[in-house]
Protein backbone atom coordinates (compact mmCIF):
# COMPACT_ATOMS: atom_id res chain seq x y z
CA UNK A 1 0.00 0.00 0.00
CA UNK A 2 1.49 3.42 -0.93
CA UNK A 3 -0.79 5.29 1.28
CA UNK A 4 -0.52 4.25 5.25
CA UNK A 5 -2.83 3.44 7.60
CA UNK A 6 -2.49 4.89 11.54
CA UNK A 7 -3.55 3.39 14.67
CA UNK A 8 -3.07 5.96 17.67
CA UNK A 9 -3.78 4.44 21.39
CA UNK A 10 -2.21 5.06 24.37
CA UNK A 11 -1.87 1.26 25.92
CA UNK A 12 0.87 -0.52 23.58
CA UNK A 13 -0.51 -3.65 23.96
CA UNK A 14 -2.97 -2.62 21.61
CA UNK A 15 -0.99 -1.28 19.23
CA UNK A 16 0.87 -4.31 19.57
CA UNK A 17 -2.10 -6.59 18.64
CA UNK A 18 -3.51 -4.45 15.95
CA UNK A 19 0.33 -4.80 14.25
CA UNK A 20 0.22 -8.32 14.89
CA UNK A 21 -3.24 -8.84 13.35
CA UNK A 22 -2.51 -6.68 9.88
CA UNK A 23 0.88 -7.67 9.74
CA UNK A 24 -0.83 -11.44 9.25
CA UNK A 25 -3.02 -9.92 6.73
CA UNK A 26 0.57 -8.79 4.73
CA UNK A 27 -0.50 -5.16 5.87
CA UNK A 28 2.18 -2.34 7.36
CA UNK A 29 0.31 0.34 9.53
CA UNK A 30 2.30 2.77 11.21
CA UNK A 31 1.63 3.58 15.35
CA UNK A 32 2.03 5.52 18.54
CA UNK A 33 0.53 6.17 21.75
CA UNK A 34 1.01 9.99 21.35
CA UNK A 35 -2.15 12.34 19.60
CA UNK A 36 0.43 15.13 19.39
CA UNK A 37 2.80 12.51 17.60
CA UNK A 38 0.16 11.19 15.31
CA UNK A 39 -0.34 14.82 13.87
CA UNK A 40 2.95 15.34 12.84
CA UNK A 41 2.39 11.65 11.25
CA UNK A 42 -0.39 13.28 9.32
CA UNK A 43 1.89 15.96 7.87
CA UNK A 44 4.91 14.16 7.18
CA UNK A 45 2.45 11.04 5.36
CA UNK A 46 0.05 10.00 2.95
CA UNK A 47 -2.74 9.01 5.87
CA UNK A 48 -5.46 7.00 4.20
CA UNK A 49 -7.12 5.71 7.53
CA UNK A 50 -6.99 6.75 10.85
CA UNK A 51 -8.16 4.20 13.37
CA UNK A 52 -8.30 6.14 17.03
CA UNK A 53 -8.57 5.42 20.47
CA UNK A 54 -11.29 7.74 21.91
CA UNK A 55 -10.27 8.36 25.84
CA UNK A 56 -6.59 9.47 25.97
CA UNK A 57 -4.27 11.22 28.31
CA UNK A 58 -4.20 15.46 26.49
CA UNK A 59 -6.17 14.55 23.67
CA UNK A 60 -9.25 12.53 23.05
CA UNK A 61 -9.63 10.73 19.76
CA UNK A 62 -12.61 12.66 18.67
CA UNK A 63 -10.31 16.26 18.94
CA UNK A 64 -7.01 14.12 16.91
CA UNK A 65 -10.06 13.51 14.36
CA UNK A 66 -11.36 16.75 14.04
CA UNK A 67 -7.41 18.46 13.86
CA UNK A 68 -6.47 15.74 10.94
CA UNK A 69 -10.04 16.63 8.95
CA UNK A 70 -8.45 20.08 8.80
CA UNK A 71 -4.74 18.78 8.11
CA UNK A 72 -5.81 15.85 5.79
CA UNK A 73 -9.83 16.34 4.63
CA UNK A 74 -9.16 13.25 2.93
CA UNK A 75 -8.14 10.77 5.06
CA UNK A 76 -10.83 8.41 6.31
CA UNK A 77 -11.28 8.16 10.35
CA UNK A 78 -12.37 5.22 12.41
CA UNK A 79 -13.12 5.79 16.27
CA UNK A 80 -12.30 3.10 18.65
CA UNK A 81 -13.48 3.30 22.34
CA UNK A 82 -13.51 1.06 24.83
CA UNK A 83 -16.38 3.03 26.46
CA UNK A 84 -19.66 3.67 23.87
CA UNK A 85 -21.99 5.82 24.38
CA UNK A 86 -24.57 6.95 21.99
CA UNK A 87 -23.15 10.41 22.52
CA UNK A 88 -20.17 9.75 21.85
CA UNK A 89 -21.20 8.28 18.63
CA UNK A 90 -22.84 11.50 17.87
CA UNK A 91 -19.55 13.43 18.11
CA UNK A 92 -17.75 10.76 16.00
CA UNK A 93 -20.11 11.75 13.30
CA UNK A 94 -20.94 15.49 13.62
CA UNK A 95 -17.51 16.68 14.79
CA UNK A 96 -14.87 13.99 13.58
CA UNK A 97 -16.96 12.46 10.24
CA UNK A 98 -15.64 9.20 11.38
CA UNK A 99 -16.32 6.88 9.23
CA UNK A 100 -16.97 3.91 11.51
CA UNK A 101 -17.28 3.82 15.24
CA UNK A 102 -15.40 0.73 17.41
CA UNK A 103 -16.18 -0.63 20.68
CA UNK A 104 -13.64 -2.76 22.51
CA UNK A 105 -12.80 -5.60 22.52
CA UNK A 106 -13.24 -5.76 18.61
CA UNK A 107 -13.66 -8.51 16.09
CA UNK A 108 -10.72 -9.39 14.59
CA UNK A 109 -12.19 -10.12 11.05
CA UNK A 110 -14.79 -7.19 11.25
CA UNK A 111 -11.67 -4.76 12.12
CA UNK A 112 -9.88 -5.85 9.15
CA UNK A 113 -12.84 -5.70 6.69
CA UNK A 114 -13.73 -1.67 7.83
CA UNK A 115 -10.06 -0.56 7.89
CA UNK A 116 -10.23 -1.99 4.10
CA UNK A 117 -13.30 -0.89 3.21
CA UNK A 118 -11.89 2.45 4.66
CA UNK A 119 -8.98 2.50 2.31
CA UNK A 120 -10.98 1.33 -0.46
CA UNK A 121 -12.93 4.39 -0.02
CA UNK A 122 -9.84 6.98 0.21
CA UNK A 123 -8.50 5.57 -2.67
CA UNK A 124 -11.30 5.47 -4.64
CA UNK A 125 -12.49 9.15 -3.25
CA UNK A 126 -8.52 9.92 -4.80
CA UNK A 127 -8.98 8.42 -8.03
CA UNK A 128 -12.07 10.31 -8.69
CA UNK A 129 -10.62 13.56 -7.85
CA UNK A 130 -7.72 13.13 -10.09
CA UNK A 131 -9.47 11.57 -12.98
CA UNK A 132 -7.57 8.27 -12.68
CA UNK A 133 -10.39 6.38 -14.82
CA UNK A 134 -8.50 3.03 -14.81
CA UNK A 135 -7.79 3.23 -10.70
CA UNK A 136 -11.24 4.08 -10.43
CA UNK A 137 -12.80 0.82 -12.66
CA UNK A 138 -10.16 -1.19 -10.58
CA UNK A 139 -11.65 0.19 -7.35
CA UNK A 140 -15.09 -1.00 -8.65
CA UNK A 141 -13.82 -4.16 -9.71
CA UNK A 142 -12.65 -5.10 -6.55
CA UNK A 143 -16.01 -3.78 -4.78
CA UNK A 144 -18.34 -5.96 -7.29
CA UNK A 145 -15.82 -8.99 -6.54
CA UNK A 146 -17.76 -8.47 -2.89
CA UNK A 147 -20.81 -10.40 -4.39
CA UNK A 148 -19.63 -12.39 -7.51
CA UNK A 149 -22.87 -12.41 -9.32
CA UNK A 150 -22.65 -8.56 -9.91
CA UNK A 151 -19.34 -8.75 -11.43
CA UNK A 152 -19.22 -6.19 -14.88
CA UNK A 153 -22.43 -4.77 -13.69
CA UNK A 154 -21.31 -0.95 -13.03
CA UNK A 155 -19.54 -1.12 -16.66
CA UNK A 156 -23.04 -2.61 -18.19
CA UNK A 157 -25.09 -0.19 -16.45
CA UNK A 158 -23.03 2.60 -18.26
CA UNK A 159 -23.31 0.95 -21.90
CA UNK A 160 -27.02 0.90 -20.97
CA UNK A 161 -27.82 4.61 -19.91
CA UNK A 162 -25.53 6.10 -22.13
CA UNK A 163 -27.01 4.37 -24.79
CA UNK A 164 -30.72 5.77 -23.56
CA UNK A 165 -28.81 9.19 -22.79
CA UNK A 166 -28.03 9.57 -26.39
CA UNK A 167 -31.12 8.30 -27.77
CA UNK A 168 -32.72 10.73 -25.44
CA UNK A 169 -30.64 13.58 -27.47
CA UNK A 170 -28.90 14.48 -23.65
CA UNK A 171 -25.98 17.45 -24.35
CA UNK A 172 -22.74 15.47 -24.98
CA UNK A 173 -21.30 17.94 -22.02
CA UNK A 174 -23.69 15.35 -19.45
CA UNK A 175 -22.75 12.50 -21.12
CA UNK A 176 -19.61 12.22 -18.54
CA UNK A 177 -21.30 12.49 -15.28
CA UNK A 178 -23.64 9.89 -16.52
CA UNK A 179 -20.82 7.07 -17.15
CA UNK A 180 -19.34 7.78 -13.59
CA UNK A 181 -22.70 8.23 -12.33
CA UNK A 182 -23.32 4.70 -13.43
CA UNK A 183 -19.81 3.54 -12.56
CA UNK A 184 -19.76 4.72 -9.07
CA UNK A 185 -23.94 4.05 -8.28
CA UNK A 186 -22.94 1.82 -5.43
CA UNK A 187 -20.09 2.78 -4.58
CA UNK A 188 -21.89 4.17 -1.24
CA UNK A 189 -21.86 -0.41 -0.74
CA UNK A 190 -18.31 0.50 0.64
CA UNK A 191 -18.42 -0.24 4.14
CA UNK A 192 -21.35 -2.61 4.02
CA UNK A 193 -20.50 -6.12 5.59
CA UNK A 194 -20.24 -8.64 2.83
CA UNK A 195 -22.31 -10.94 5.32
CA UNK A 196 -25.41 -8.50 4.68
CA UNK A 197 -24.43 -8.09 0.78
CA UNK A 198 -24.17 -12.11 0.52
CA UNK A 199 -27.33 -12.93 3.22
CA UNK A 200 -29.72 -15.22 0.79
CA UNK A 201 -32.27 -14.51 3.03
CA UNK A 202 -34.82 -11.39 3.64
CA UNK A 203 -32.37 -8.79 5.47
CA UNK A 204 -33.87 -7.63 8.92
CA UNK A 205 -35.20 -4.11 10.19
CA UNK A 206 -31.63 -2.65 10.61
CA UNK A 207 -29.59 -4.45 7.66
CA UNK A 208 -32.54 -2.84 5.18
CA UNK A 209 -31.46 0.99 7.07
CA UNK A 210 -27.96 0.08 5.97
CA UNK A 211 -28.70 -1.17 2.31
CA UNK A 212 -31.05 2.11 1.81
CA UNK A 213 -28.32 4.31 3.32
CA UNK A 214 -25.75 3.42 0.40
CA UNK A 215 -26.91 6.47 -1.93
CA UNK A 216 -26.06 8.80 0.80
CA UNK A 217 -23.11 7.43 1.26
CA UNK A 218 -22.06 7.10 -2.54
CA UNK A 219 -23.15 10.72 -2.51
CA UNK A 220 -20.71 11.93 0.29
CA UNK A 221 -17.87 10.22 -1.70
CA UNK A 222 -18.32 11.93 -4.89
CA UNK A 223 -19.06 15.08 -3.38
CA UNK A 224 -15.52 15.13 -1.61
CA UNK A 225 -14.67 14.08 -4.75
CA UNK A 226 -15.67 16.99 -6.42
CA UNK A 227 -17.60 15.28 -9.13
CA UNK A 228 -20.41 17.12 -10.96
CA UNK A 229 -23.97 17.42 -9.36
CA UNK A 230 -25.16 15.33 -12.17
CA UNK A 231 -23.21 12.85 -10.93
CA UNK A 232 -24.30 13.25 -7.44
CA UNK A 233 -27.56 13.16 -8.42
CA UNK A 234 -27.65 9.92 -10.23
CA UNK A 235 -25.88 8.26 -6.98
CA UNK A 236 -28.21 9.45 -4.43
CA UNK A 237 -31.24 9.12 -6.51
CA UNK A 238 -31.08 5.43 -8.63
CA UNK A 239 -33.28 3.59 -5.94
CA UNK A 240 -36.07 6.43 -5.89
CA UNK A 241 -39.45 4.90 -7.98
CA UNK A 242 -41.54 6.75 -10.40
CA UNK A 243 -44.61 6.09 -8.20
CA UNK A 244 -42.69 8.09 -4.76
CA UNK A 245 -42.03 4.45 -2.88
CA UNK A 246 -37.92 4.16 -3.28
CA UNK A 247 -35.41 5.46 -1.47
CA UNK A 248 -33.79 7.53 0.51
CA UNK A 249 -36.03 10.02 0.07
CA UNK A 250 -39.14 8.60 -1.74
CA UNK A 251 -39.47 11.81 -4.26
CA UNK A 252 -41.42 10.76 -7.48
CA UNK A 253 -42.08 11.77 -11.35
CA UNK A 254 -40.61 13.91 -12.47
CA UNK A 255 -38.71 15.27 -9.58
CA UNK A 256 -36.52 12.49 -9.47
CA UNK A 257 -33.36 13.84 -11.59
CA UNK A 258 -33.82 12.54 -15.46
CA UNK A 259 -30.04 11.09 -15.37
CA UNK A 260 -31.53 8.79 -12.39
CA UNK A 261 -33.55 7.92 -14.45
CA UNK A 262 -32.14 6.70 -16.88
CA UNK A 263 -29.50 4.53 -15.09
CA UNK A 264 -32.22 2.83 -12.81
CA UNK A 265 -33.89 1.69 -15.83
CA UNK A 266 -30.00 0.23 -17.09
CA UNK A 267 -29.87 -1.09 -13.27
CA UNK A 268 -33.07 -2.76 -13.11
CA UNK A 269 -32.32 -3.99 -17.04
CA UNK A 270 -28.95 -5.51 -16.06
CA UNK A 271 -30.00 -6.69 -12.87
CA UNK A 272 -32.64 -9.22 -14.77
CA UNK A 273 -30.61 -9.92 -17.02
CA UNK A 274 -27.78 -11.64 -15.05
CA UNK A 275 -27.38 -14.41 -12.78
CA UNK A 276 -28.20 -13.92 -9.11
CA UNK A 277 -27.84 -16.34 -5.81
CA UNK A 278 -31.83 -16.78 -5.90
CA UNK A 279 -32.49 -16.95 -9.76
CA UNK A 280 -31.07 -17.73 -13.02
CA UNK A 281 -30.69 -14.81 -15.66
CA UNK A 282 -33.94 -13.79 -17.19
CA UNK A 283 -33.93 -13.96 -21.05
CA UNK A 284 -34.01 -10.55 -23.22
CA UNK A 285 -37.40 -10.73 -24.25
CA UNK A 286 -38.61 -11.60 -20.36
CA UNK A 287 -36.47 -8.62 -18.94
CA UNK A 288 -37.84 -6.31 -21.34
CA UNK A 289 -41.19 -7.36 -20.35
CA UNK A 290 -40.85 -7.20 -16.49
CA UNK A 291 -39.32 -3.78 -17.22
CA UNK A 292 -42.52 -2.45 -18.91
CA UNK A 293 -44.51 -4.05 -16.18
CA UNK A 294 -42.53 -1.37 -13.94
CA UNK A 295 -43.33 1.50 -16.08
CA UNK A 296 -45.04 4.42 -13.99
CA UNK A 297 -44.62 2.47 -10.59
CA UNK A 298 -40.98 1.74 -10.56
CA UNK A 299 -39.40 3.23 -13.90
CA UNK A 300 -40.28 5.95 -15.83
CA UNK A 301 -42.42 4.93 -18.35
CA UNK A 302 -40.74 7.34 -21.12
CA UNK A 303 -36.94 6.03 -20.71
CA UNK A 304 -38.46 2.54 -20.36
CA UNK A 305 -40.00 2.71 -24.16
CA UNK A 306 -37.12 4.56 -25.11
CA UNK A 307 -34.57 1.18 -24.10
CA UNK A 308 -37.07 -1.35 -25.27
CA UNK A 309 -36.61 0.86 -28.89
CA UNK A 310 -33.02 -0.01 -28.57
CA UNK A 311 -32.90 -3.55 -27.75
CA UNK A 312 -35.68 -4.09 -30.00
CA UNK A 313 -33.71 -2.71 -33.16
CA UNK A 314 -30.37 -2.40 -32.32
CA UNK A 315 -29.69 -5.21 -29.87
CA UNK A 316 -28.05 -4.93 -26.28
CA UNK A 317 -25.73 -2.29 -26.07
CA UNK A 318 -23.38 -4.76 -24.30
CA UNK A 319 -23.40 -8.41 -23.50
CA UNK A 320 -24.25 -9.46 -20.19
CA UNK A 321 -24.34 -12.98 -18.80
CA UNK A 322 -25.40 -14.90 -21.62
CA UNK A 323 -28.94 -14.10 -21.26
CA UNK A 324 -31.18 -15.92 -24.29
CA UNK A 325 -33.41 -14.05 -26.48
Not at 159 to 183: F, N, Q, V
Not at 305 to 315: M, P
Request: aromatic share 8%.
Amino acid sequence: MKEDILFVDDEDFILNLAERIFNDRGIEILTTSNPAEALNLVKEHEIAVLVSDNMMPHMTGIELLSRVKILSPDTVNILMTGYASLQTAIDAINKAEAFRFVVKPWDNFALIEMVEDAYQRYRLKKSIRVGDEGTMLSLIHALELKDPYTKGHSERVAEYALAIAKAAHIPEERMTAIKYGSWLHDCGKIGISETILHGEGPLDEAEMHIIKNHPLWGADVVKDARLSDTTVNIILSHHERYDGQGYPFGIKGNAIPLEARIVAVADVYDALTTQRSYRGAYSIDDALAILSSMKENVLDPEIVDTFVEIIRVYGPPCEAENPEV
